[in-house]
Protein backbone atom coordinates (compact mmCIF):
# COMPACT_ATOMS: atom_id res chain seq x y z
CA UNK A 1 0.00 0.00 0.00
CA UNK A 2 1.35 3.17 -1.25
CA UNK A 3 1.07 4.76 2.32
CA UNK A 4 3.36 2.52 3.89
CA UNK A 5 5.96 4.41 2.48
CA UNK A 6 5.27 7.16 4.50
CA UNK A 7 6.46 5.74 7.40
CA UNK A 8 5.11 4.23 10.46
CA UNK A 9 2.54 5.19 12.55
CA UNK A 10 4.64 6.02 15.36
CA UNK A 11 7.06 8.27 13.34
CA UNK A 12 3.97 10.34 11.89
CA UNK A 13 2.92 10.91 15.16
CA UNK A 14 6.43 12.10 16.64
CA UNK A 15 6.52 14.36 13.86
CA UNK A 16 3.16 15.67 14.00
CA UNK A 17 3.37 16.83 17.62
CA UNK A 18 6.65 17.97 16.73
CA UNK A 19 4.97 20.26 14.07
CA UNK A 20 1.89 21.27 15.98
CA UNK A 21 3.52 21.79 19.19
CA UNK A 22 6.27 23.79 17.74
CA UNK A 23 3.66 26.05 15.57
CA UNK A 24 1.33 26.42 19.01
CA UNK A 25 4.80 28.44 20.72
CA UNK A 26 5.42 30.29 17.30
CA UNK A 27 1.59 31.27 17.44
CA UNK A 28 1.42 32.90 20.64
CA UNK A 29 5.22 34.22 21.14
CA UNK A 30 7.05 34.95 17.71
CA UNK A 31 3.75 35.83 15.59
CA UNK A 32 2.34 39.17 16.15
CA UNK A 33 -1.34 39.48 17.36
CA UNK A 34 -3.81 40.12 14.39
CA UNK A 35 -4.71 44.22 14.68
CA UNK A 36 -8.21 43.69 13.21
CA UNK A 37 -11.28 43.69 15.60
CA UNK A 38 -10.43 40.45 15.72
CA UNK A 39 -7.66 40.68 17.95
CA UNK A 40 -5.90 38.04 20.02
CA UNK A 41 -8.85 35.50 18.95
CA UNK A 42 -7.05 35.22 15.72
CA UNK A 43 -4.98 33.02 17.36
CA UNK A 44 -7.00 29.96 16.63
CA UNK A 45 -6.78 30.26 13.04
CA UNK A 46 -3.40 28.80 13.00
CA UNK A 47 -5.18 25.29 14.12
CA UNK A 48 -8.91 26.28 12.79
CA UNK A 49 -7.50 26.49 8.84
CA UNK A 50 -5.08 23.60 8.91
CA UNK A 51 -7.79 21.39 10.15
CA UNK A 52 -10.35 22.60 7.41
CA UNK A 53 -7.40 21.78 4.41
CA UNK A 54 -7.08 18.13 6.03
CA UNK A 55 -10.64 17.47 5.90
CA UNK A 56 -10.84 18.62 2.62
CA UNK A 57 -7.61 16.55 2.01
CA UNK A 58 -9.23 13.41 3.39
CA UNK A 59 -11.98 13.82 1.33
CA UNK A 60 -10.11 14.36 -1.60
CA UNK A 61 -8.39 11.07 -0.81
CA UNK A 62 -11.67 9.44 -0.14
CA UNK A 63 -12.38 10.63 -3.87
CA UNK A 64 -9.16 8.82 -5.07
CA UNK A 65 -9.93 5.87 -3.24
CA UNK A 66 -13.50 5.59 -4.76
CA UNK A 67 -12.47 6.25 -8.45
CA UNK A 68 -9.94 3.43 -8.18
CA UNK A 69 -11.69 1.15 -6.10
CA UNK A 70 -14.79 1.50 -9.17
CA UNK A 71 -11.86 0.76 -11.27
CA UNK A 72 -10.26 -2.15 -10.20
CA UNK A 73 -12.85 -3.25 -7.90
CA UNK A 74 -10.17 -4.53 -4.78
CA UNK A 75 -11.66 -3.81 -1.68
CA UNK A 76 -8.65 -1.87 -0.02
CA UNK A 77 -10.07 0.88 -1.69
CA UNK A 78 -13.05 0.89 -0.33
CA UNK A 79 -11.51 0.75 3.34
CA UNK A 80 -9.10 3.36 2.44
CA UNK A 81 -12.41 5.38 1.33
CA UNK A 82 -14.16 4.44 4.50
CA UNK A 83 -11.40 5.61 7.28
CA UNK A 84 -10.59 8.96 5.03
CA UNK A 85 -14.21 9.53 5.05
CA UNK A 86 -14.76 8.96 8.90
CA UNK A 87 -11.51 10.90 9.23
CA UNK A 88 -13.34 13.72 7.27
CA UNK A 89 -16.19 14.03 8.93
CA UNK A 90 -14.00 13.85 12.18
CA UNK A 91 -11.74 16.95 11.13
CA UNK A 92 -15.14 18.70 9.66
CA UNK A 93 -16.80 18.46 13.07
CA UNK A 94 -13.68 19.96 14.51
CA UNK A 95 -13.79 22.87 11.75
CA UNK A 96 -17.43 23.78 12.87
CA UNK A 97 -16.53 23.43 16.79
CA UNK A 98 -13.58 25.85 16.17
CA UNK A 99 -15.48 28.37 13.99
CA UNK A 100 -17.65 28.83 16.55
CA UNK A 101 -15.77 29.85 19.48
CA UNK A 102 -14.05 31.69 16.94
CA UNK A 103 -17.34 33.25 16.41
CA UNK A 104 -17.94 34.16 19.53
CA UNK A 105 -14.97 35.51 20.75
CA UNK A 106 -14.21 37.22 17.82
CA UNK A 107 -18.41 38.37 17.13
CA UNK A 108 -20.06 38.33 20.32
CA UNK A 109 -22.39 35.19 17.76
CA UNK A 110 -21.94 31.20 18.41
CA UNK A 111 -23.26 31.12 14.84
CA UNK A 112 -23.38 32.89 11.48
CA UNK A 113 -24.41 31.90 8.30
CA UNK A 114 -21.18 32.72 6.35
CA UNK A 115 -20.03 30.99 3.79
CA UNK A 116 -17.28 28.88 5.37
CA UNK A 117 -19.33 28.02 8.59
CA UNK A 118 -22.18 27.18 6.52
CA UNK A 119 -20.18 25.10 3.56
CA UNK A 120 -19.42 22.77 6.57
CA UNK A 121 -22.28 22.50 8.03
CA UNK A 122 -23.47 20.96 4.80
CA UNK A 123 -20.45 18.86 4.08
CA UNK A 124 -20.56 17.23 8.02
CA UNK A 125 -24.27 16.38 6.84
CA UNK A 126 -23.15 15.41 3.47
CA UNK A 127 -20.84 12.84 4.73
CA UNK A 128 -22.62 11.94 7.72
CA UNK A 129 -24.96 10.54 4.90
CA UNK A 130 -22.39 8.28 3.77
CA UNK A 131 -22.29 6.32 6.57
CA UNK A 132 -26.07 5.94 6.11
CA UNK A 133 -25.75 4.99 2.76
CA UNK A 134 -23.45 2.19 3.98
CA UNK A 135 -25.68 1.06 7.38
CA UNK A 136 -28.12 0.47 4.70
CA UNK A 137 -26.82 -1.68 1.82
CA UNK A 138 -26.42 -5.30 2.94
CA UNK A 139 -24.76 -6.69 0.31
CA UNK A 140 -20.77 -6.15 0.24
CA UNK A 141 -20.09 -5.20 -3.12
CA UNK A 142 -22.79 -3.16 -3.92
CA UNK A 143 -22.14 -1.70 -0.21
CA UNK A 144 -18.74 -0.54 -1.74
CA UNK A 145 -19.35 0.03 -5.22
CA UNK A 146 -22.39 2.85 -3.92
CA UNK A 147 -20.25 4.22 -1.01
CA UNK A 148 -17.57 4.51 -3.85
CA UNK A 149 -20.20 6.57 -6.05
CA UNK A 150 -21.67 8.87 -3.20
CA UNK A 151 -17.82 9.84 -2.13
CA UNK A 152 -17.32 10.78 -6.12
CA UNK A 153 -20.13 13.07 -6.12
CA UNK A 154 -20.27 14.58 -2.37
CA UNK A 155 -16.60 15.80 -3.47
CA UNK A 156 -17.17 17.17 -6.25
CA UNK A 157 -20.39 18.89 -4.51
CA UNK A 158 -18.03 20.72 -1.82
CA UNK A 159 -16.91 23.45 -3.71
CA UNK A 160 -20.17 23.83 -5.85
CA UNK A 161 -21.83 24.15 -2.27
CA UNK A 162 -19.14 26.66 -1.55
CA UNK A 163 -19.92 28.97 -4.47
CA UNK A 164 -24.00 28.44 -3.81
CA UNK A 165 -23.15 30.06 -0.34
CA UNK A 166 -21.82 33.55 -2.05
CA UNK A 167 -25.65 33.59 -3.49
CA UNK A 168 -26.80 34.33 -0.07
CA UNK A 169 -27.48 37.53 1.18
CA UNK A 170 -24.94 39.02 3.69
CA UNK A 171 -26.77 38.92 6.80
CA UNK A 172 -26.16 41.68 10.19
CA UNK A 173 -22.97 40.04 11.25
CA UNK A 174 -21.17 39.80 8.22
CA UNK A 175 -18.38 37.74 9.93
CA UNK A 176 -15.39 36.75 7.90
CA UNK A 177 -12.63 34.49 8.75
CA UNK A 178 -10.05 35.48 7.01
CA UNK A 179 -6.39 37.07 8.13
CA UNK A 180 -5.39 39.27 5.23
CA UNK A 181 -5.75 36.16 3.03
CA UNK A 182 -2.91 35.25 1.01
CA UNK A 183 -0.84 38.47 2.35
CA UNK A 184 -0.28 37.32 5.51
CA UNK A 185 3.02 38.69 7.66
CA UNK A 186 5.50 36.69 7.33
CA UNK A 187 5.92 35.56 10.72
CA UNK A 188 2.19 34.83 10.94
CA UNK A 189 2.76 32.83 7.14
CA UNK A 190 5.58 30.87 8.39
CA UNK A 191 3.68 29.73 11.83
CA UNK A 192 0.64 28.99 9.83
CA UNK A 193 3.19 26.50 7.38
CA UNK A 194 4.59 24.60 10.50
CA UNK A 195 0.66 24.17 11.75
CA UNK A 196 -0.42 23.32 8.16
CA UNK A 197 2.26 20.65 8.18
CA UNK A 198 2.00 19.20 11.49
CA UNK A 199 -1.84 18.65 10.81
CA UNK A 200 -0.95 16.84 7.51
CA UNK A 201 1.19 14.83 9.12
CA UNK A 202 -1.44 14.00 12.27
CA UNK A 203 -3.75 12.89 9.34
CA UNK A 204 -1.34 10.83 7.76
CA UNK A 205 -0.39 9.10 10.88
CA UNK A 206 -4.21 8.57 11.61
CA UNK A 207 -5.22 7.20 8.41
CA UNK A 208 -2.20 4.89 9.12
CA UNK A 209 -3.35 3.48 12.06
CA UNK A 210 -7.26 3.39 11.27
CA UNK A 211 -6.29 1.38 7.83
CA UNK A 212 -3.89 -0.79 9.80
CA UNK A 213 -7.08 -1.63 12.00
CA UNK A 214 -9.32 -2.24 8.80
CA UNK A 215 -6.62 -4.58 7.68
CA UNK A 216 -6.75 -6.72 10.76
CA UNK A 217 -10.48 -6.88 10.99
CA UNK A 218 -10.29 -8.13 7.85
CA UNK A 219 -7.44 -10.75 8.61
CA UNK A 220 -9.94 -11.52 11.82
CA UNK A 221 -12.62 -12.34 9.77
CA UNK A 222 -11.16 -14.77 7.53
CA UNK A 223 -9.59 -16.56 10.03
CA UNK A 224 -13.23 -16.63 11.75
CA UNK A 225 -13.94 -18.23 8.63
CA UNK A 226 -11.62 -20.82 8.82
CA UNK A 227 -12.17 -21.91 11.97
CA UNK A 228 -15.82 -22.24 11.13
CA UNK A 229 -14.50 -24.51 8.19
CA UNK A 230 -12.58 -26.80 9.85
CA UNK A 231 -15.11 -27.01 13.21
CA UNK B 1 -13.62 41.37 24.65
CA UNK B 2 -11.25 42.06 27.02
CA UNK B 3 -8.11 39.87 26.60
CA UNK B 4 -8.84 37.77 29.29
CA UNK B 5 -11.84 36.71 27.61
CA UNK B 6 -10.29 36.32 24.94
CA UNK B 7 -7.83 33.93 26.01
CA UNK B 8 -10.56 31.75 27.35
CA UNK B 9 -11.87 30.86 24.57
CA UNK B 10 -8.47 30.37 22.18
CA UNK B 11 -7.87 28.29 25.30
CA UNK B 12 -11.08 27.15 24.94
CA UNK B 13 -10.83 26.10 20.81
CA UNK B 14 -7.27 24.85 21.52
CA UNK B 15 -8.39 22.05 24.37
CA UNK B 16 -11.61 20.73 22.17
CA UNK B 17 -8.78 19.99 19.30
CA UNK B 18 -6.56 18.69 21.56
CA UNK B 19 -9.35 16.35 23.24
CA UNK B 20 -10.81 15.40 19.79
CA UNK B 21 -7.18 14.21 18.74
CA UNK B 22 -6.27 12.46 21.69
CA UNK B 23 -9.76 10.44 21.62
CA UNK B 24 -9.21 9.64 18.17
CA UNK B 25 -5.64 8.13 18.69
CA UNK B 26 -6.40 6.36 22.02
CA UNK B 27 -9.55 4.78 20.73
CA UNK B 28 -8.32 3.62 17.53
CA UNK B 29 -5.12 2.05 19.25
CA UNK B 30 -7.48 0.47 22.22
CA UNK B 31 -8.95 -1.36 19.33
CA UNK B 32 -5.95 -1.72 17.49
CA UNK B 33 -4.16 -4.13 20.25
CA UNK B 34 -7.53 -5.42 20.99
CA UNK B 35 -7.80 -6.42 17.14
CA UNK B 36 -3.88 -7.96 17.78
CA UNK B 37 -4.85 -10.21 20.57
CA UNK B 38 -7.93 -11.57 18.42
CA UNK B 39 -5.87 -12.50 16.19
CA UNK B 40 -3.18 -13.82 17.59
CA UNK B 41 -5.37 -15.98 19.43
CA UNK B 42 -7.67 -17.35 16.51
CA UNK B 43 -4.62 -18.01 14.95
CA UNK B 44 -2.58 -19.78 17.63
CA UNK B 45 -5.95 -22.23 18.49
CA UNK B 46 -5.89 -22.74 14.48
CA UNK B 47 -2.11 -24.07 14.68
CA UNK B 48 -3.06 -25.80 17.55
CA UNK B 49 -5.76 -27.56 15.69
CA UNK B 50 -4.25 -28.26 12.49
CA UNK B 51 -1.04 -30.19 14.87
CA UNK B 52 -3.60 -32.18 16.78
CA UNK B 53 -5.10 -33.55 13.54
CA UNK B 54 -1.89 -34.09 11.72
CA UNK B 55 -0.41 -35.91 14.39
CA UNK B 56 -3.69 -37.91 14.75
CA UNK B 57 -3.10 -39.09 11.39
CA UNK B 58 0.22 -40.32 12.21
CA UNK B 59 -0.96 -42.73 14.52
CA UNK B 60 -2.81 -44.26 12.07
CA UNK C 1 -30.00 2.74 -32.44
CA UNK C 2 -29.53 4.67 -28.75
CA UNK C 3 -31.99 7.19 -29.14
CA UNK C 4 -34.61 4.59 -30.48
CA UNK C 5 -33.77 2.84 -26.98
CA UNK C 6 -34.26 6.07 -25.04
CA UNK C 7 -37.67 6.75 -26.96
CA UNK C 8 -38.61 3.28 -26.27
CA UNK C 9 -37.77 3.78 -22.40
CA UNK C 10 -39.21 6.75 -21.84
CA UNK C 11 -42.47 6.32 -23.83
CA UNK C 12 -42.71 3.18 -21.56
CA UNK C 13 -42.72 5.04 -17.88
CA UNK C 14 -44.82 7.78 -19.75
CA UNK C 15 -47.48 5.81 -20.72
CA UNK C 16 -47.83 3.66 -17.76
CA UNK C 17 -48.15 6.76 -15.72
CA UNK C 18 -50.80 8.26 -18.01
CA UNK C 19 -52.39 4.97 -17.55
CA UNK C 20 -52.90 5.32 -13.72
CA UNK C 21 -51.95 8.46 -12.98
CA UNK C 22 -51.10 7.92 -9.47
CA UNK C 23 -47.68 9.60 -9.55
CA UNK C 24 -48.49 12.46 -11.21
CA UNK C 25 -51.75 13.22 -8.91
CA UNK C 26 -49.88 12.36 -5.18
CA UNK C 27 -47.15 14.90 -6.47
CA UNK C 28 -49.97 16.99 -7.23
CA UNK C 29 -51.55 16.83 -4.26
CA UNK C 30 -48.66 16.99 -1.50
CA UNK C 31 -47.55 20.54 -3.93
CA UNK C 32 -50.77 22.33 -3.11
CA UNK C 33 -50.87 20.94 0.56
CA UNK C 34 -47.09 22.36 0.83
CA UNK C 35 -48.49 25.66 -0.14
CA UNK C 36 -51.36 26.20 2.05
CA UNK C 37 -49.08 24.63 4.96
CA UNK C 38 -46.49 27.64 4.33
CA UNK C 39 -49.31 29.96 4.53
CA UNK C 40 -50.17 28.79 7.64
CA UNK C 41 -46.72 28.43 9.20
CA UNK C 42 -45.47 32.19 8.03
CA UNK C 43 -48.50 34.51 7.86
CA UNK C 44 -48.61 34.57 12.36
CA UNK C 45 -49.24 38.20 11.75
CA UNK C 46 -52.06 39.98 9.92
CA UNK C 47 -51.44 41.56 5.98
CA UNK C 48 -47.57 39.35 6.85
CA UNK C 49 -45.71 40.29 2.90
CA UNK C 50 -44.33 37.24 1.82
CA UNK C 51 -42.81 38.60 -1.47
CA UNK C 52 -39.23 37.72 -0.31
CA UNK C 53 -40.40 34.07 0.81
CA UNK C 54 -41.66 33.23 -2.93
CA UNK C 55 -38.22 31.54 -4.47
CA UNK C 56 -37.58 29.95 -0.60
CA UNK C 57 -41.18 28.74 -0.86
CA UNK C 58 -41.43 27.65 -4.57
CA UNK C 59 -37.80 25.39 -4.12
CA UNK C 60 -38.44 24.12 -0.94
CA UNK C 61 -42.25 22.91 -2.37
CA UNK C 62 -40.34 21.47 -5.85
CA UNK C 63 -37.53 19.74 -4.45
CA UNK C 64 -39.65 17.81 -1.93
CA UNK C 65 -42.33 16.83 -4.60
CA UNK C 66 -39.32 15.94 -6.64
CA UNK C 67 -38.15 13.57 -3.94
CA UNK C 68 -41.58 11.98 -3.63
CA UNK C 69 -41.99 11.52 -7.35
CA UNK C 70 -38.12 10.04 -7.17
CA UNK C 71 -38.64 6.98 -4.42
CA UNK C 72 -42.50 6.62 -6.36
CA UNK C 73 -41.05 5.94 -9.97
CA UNK C 74 -37.69 3.50 -8.97
CA UNK C 75 -39.95 1.89 -5.79
CA UNK C 76 -42.26 0.61 -8.95
CA UNK C 77 -39.63 -0.50 -11.06
CA UNK C 78 -38.24 -2.59 -8.24
CA UNK C 79 -41.34 -4.10 -7.28
CA UNK C 80 -42.31 -5.06 -10.33
CA UNK C 81 -39.15 -6.15 -11.34
CA UNK C 82 -39.22 -4.11 -14.61
CA UNK C 83 -35.33 -3.35 -14.28
CA UNK C 84 -34.65 -6.63 -14.33
CA UNK C 85 -35.99 -7.30 -17.33
CA UNK C 86 -34.39 -4.01 -18.62
CA UNK C 87 -30.79 -4.47 -17.42
CA UNK C 88 -31.18 -8.36 -19.20
CA UNK C 89 -31.34 -6.21 -22.90
CA UNK C 90 -28.07 -4.81 -24.66
CA UNK C 91 -28.99 -1.31 -23.60
CA UNK C 92 -26.48 0.73 -22.64
CA UNK C 93 -26.54 1.81 -19.17
CA UNK C 94 -26.49 5.80 -19.54
CA UNK C 95 -29.26 5.43 -21.93
CA UNK C 96 -31.24 4.16 -19.36
CA UNK C 97 -30.17 6.88 -17.27
CA UNK C 98 -31.06 9.67 -19.29
CA UNK C 99 -34.48 7.92 -20.12
CA UNK C 100 -35.31 7.63 -16.64
CA UNK C 101 -34.12 11.02 -15.86
CA UNK C 102 -35.92 12.82 -19.01
CA UNK C 103 -38.91 10.84 -17.32
CA UNK C 104 -38.89 12.19 -13.95
CA UNK C 105 -38.11 15.83 -15.82
CA UNK C 106 -41.30 15.61 -17.23
CA UNK C 107 -43.40 14.81 -14.23
CA UNK C 108 -41.47 17.53 -12.31
CA UNK C 109 -42.38 20.03 -15.26
CA UNK C 110 -45.54 19.14 -15.51
CA UNK C 111 -46.35 19.21 -11.14
CA UNK C 112 -44.66 23.00 -11.84
CA UNK C 113 -47.17 23.82 -14.45
CA UNK C 114 -49.80 23.62 -12.69
CA UNK C 115 -48.31 24.63 -9.55
CA UNK C 116 -46.75 27.86 -10.49
CA UNK C 117 -50.20 29.53 -11.32
CA UNK C 118 -51.73 28.46 -8.14
CA UNK C 119 -48.78 29.59 -6.01
CA UNK C 120 -48.83 33.19 -7.98
CA UNK C 121 -52.43 33.44 -6.81
CA UNK C 122 -51.76 32.44 -3.49
CA UNK C 123 -48.80 34.84 -2.78
CA UNK C 124 -48.07 37.14 -5.16
CA UNK C 125 -49.36 40.37 -5.72
CA UNK C 126 -47.49 42.29 -8.91
CA UNK C 127 -48.20 40.67 -12.04
CA UNK C 128 -45.35 38.56 -13.60
CA UNK C 129 -45.59 37.88 -16.86
CA UNK C 130 -43.02 40.22 -17.56
CA UNK C 131 -40.76 38.05 -15.65
CA UNK C 132 -41.60 34.69 -17.21
CA UNK C 133 -38.57 34.58 -19.40
CA UNK C 134 -35.97 34.33 -16.87
CA UNK C 135 -38.38 32.44 -14.40
CA UNK C 136 -38.45 29.77 -17.03
CA UNK C 137 -34.62 29.69 -17.44
CA UNK C 138 -34.10 29.16 -13.90
CA UNK C 139 -36.88 26.74 -13.62
CA UNK C 140 -35.65 24.44 -16.00
CA UNK C 141 -31.73 24.62 -15.13
CA UNK C 142 -32.78 24.07 -11.84
CA UNK C 143 -34.98 20.88 -12.76
CA UNK C 144 -32.02 19.70 -14.69
CA UNK C 145 -29.87 19.35 -11.92
CA UNK C 146 -32.16 17.90 -9.39
CA UNK C 147 -33.48 15.03 -11.57
CA UNK C 148 -30.04 14.26 -12.75
CA UNK C 149 -28.85 13.98 -9.28
CA UNK C 150 -31.52 12.42 -8.40
CA UNK C 151 -32.04 9.69 -10.95
CA UNK C 152 -28.31 8.64 -10.40
CA UNK C 153 -29.13 8.92 -6.29
CA UNK C 154 -32.80 6.93 -6.93
CA UNK C 155 -30.99 4.24 -8.15
CA UNK C 156 -28.94 3.77 -5.86
CA UNK C 157 -31.40 3.86 -3.32
CA UNK C 158 -33.45 1.75 -4.72
CA UNK C 159 -31.35 -1.41 -3.45
CA UNK C 160 -31.14 -0.44 0.04
CA UNK C 161 -32.96 -1.40 2.76
CA UNK C 162 -34.74 1.70 4.39
CA UNK C 163 -34.98 3.40 0.73
CA UNK C 164 -37.51 5.83 1.53
CA UNK C 165 -35.39 6.89 4.35
CA UNK C 166 -31.74 7.33 2.46
CA UNK C 167 -33.17 8.86 -0.55
CA UNK C 168 -34.18 12.56 1.73
CA UNK C 169 -30.66 12.22 3.34
CA UNK C 170 -28.39 11.33 0.49
CA UNK C 171 -30.40 13.88 -1.68
CA UNK C 172 -30.74 16.71 0.18
CA UNK C 173 -27.16 17.74 0.92
CA UNK C 174 -26.22 16.98 -2.53
CA UNK C 175 -28.78 20.02 -3.76
CA UNK C 176 -28.29 22.20 -1.64
CA UNK C 177 -26.29 24.45 -4.21
CA UNK C 178 -29.53 23.96 -6.59
CA UNK C 179 -31.43 25.16 -3.94
CA UNK C 180 -29.86 28.50 -2.75
CA UNK C 181 -29.17 29.14 -6.50
CA UNK C 182 -33.14 28.86 -7.81
CA UNK C 183 -34.11 30.68 -4.29
CA UNK C 184 -31.95 33.88 -4.41
CA UNK C 185 -32.47 33.69 -8.50
CA UNK C 186 -36.57 32.98 -7.63
CA UNK C 187 -37.09 35.59 -5.27
CA UNK C 188 -35.15 38.14 -7.55
CA UNK C 189 -37.12 37.80 -10.22
CA UNK C 190 -40.85 38.08 -7.77
CA UNK C 191 -40.02 40.20 -5.34
CA UNK C 192 -37.35 42.83 -7.37
CA UNK C 193 -38.20 41.80 -11.05
CA UNK C 194 -34.47 40.98 -11.61
CA UNK C 195 -33.72 40.63 -15.45
CA UNK C 196 -31.65 38.65 -16.91
CA UNK C 197 -28.71 40.71 -16.43
CA UNK C 198 -28.62 40.50 -12.44
CA UNK C 199 -29.15 36.62 -12.87
CA UNK C 200 -26.72 35.93 -14.93
CA UNK C 201 -24.39 34.59 -12.24
CA UNK C 202 -26.66 32.37 -10.52
CA UNK C 203 -28.23 30.68 -14.10
CA UNK C 204 -24.29 30.34 -14.89
CA UNK C 205 -23.74 28.47 -11.77
CA UNK C 206 -26.83 26.36 -12.60
CA UNK C 207 -25.67 25.31 -15.72
CA UNK C 208 -22.61 24.83 -14.28
CA UNK C 209 -23.84 22.06 -11.91
CA UNK C 210 -25.83 20.56 -13.98
CA UNK C 211 -22.67 19.82 -16.48
CA UNK C 212 -21.20 18.70 -13.61
CA UNK C 213 -23.98 16.18 -12.30
CA UNK C 214 -24.74 15.12 -15.84
CA UNK C 215 -20.81 14.06 -16.43
CA UNK C 216 -20.88 12.40 -12.94
CA UNK C 217 -24.02 10.38 -13.34
CA UNK C 218 -22.08 9.49 -16.76
CA UNK C 219 -19.27 7.85 -15.66
CA UNK C 220 -21.18 6.29 -12.27
CA UNK C 221 -24.18 5.05 -13.44
CA UNK C 222 -23.35 1.98 -15.01
CA UNK C 223 -22.26 1.21 -11.12
CA UNK C 224 -24.78 2.70 -9.46
CA UNK C 225 -27.73 0.43 -11.80
CA UNK C 226 -25.54 -2.31 -10.48
CA UNK C 227 -25.03 -6.31 -11.88
Known amino acids: ?231 | MSLQEAVKYVAGAYGVILVAFFASYWSAARRLRSLERQVRALKDALDKREQTTAGGEDDV | MGRRQYAAILRKDLIRELRTREMLVSMFLFVMLALVIFHFAFSVRAGTDLTYFTGGMLWVTFVFGALLGLNRSFAQEKDEACLDGLLLCPVDRVTIFLAKMSGNLIYLLVIQVLAVPVFSLFFIKTSYAVHLGPFLLVVLLADLGICALGTLLATISMSSRARDLLLPIVFLPLVVPVLIAATAATTGIFARGDGLGSLGGKLLFLAVYDAIFLVAAYGTYEFAIGE
Open chain 1, 1 to 231: MALKKLGSPAALFVGAAAFLVTGLLLAFWYAPTDASTMGFSQKIFYFHAPIAECALLAFAVAFVAAVQYLRTQKSVYDRLGYVSVRLGLLFSLLVMATGMIWGKAAWGVWWAWEPRLTTFLVVCLLYAAYFVLRQTVEDETRRATFAAVFAIIAFVDVPLTFFATRFMPAGLHPVVFTTGGARMEGSMLFTFCLTMIGMTLLLAALLRLELAEQALKEELDELKIRAEAGA
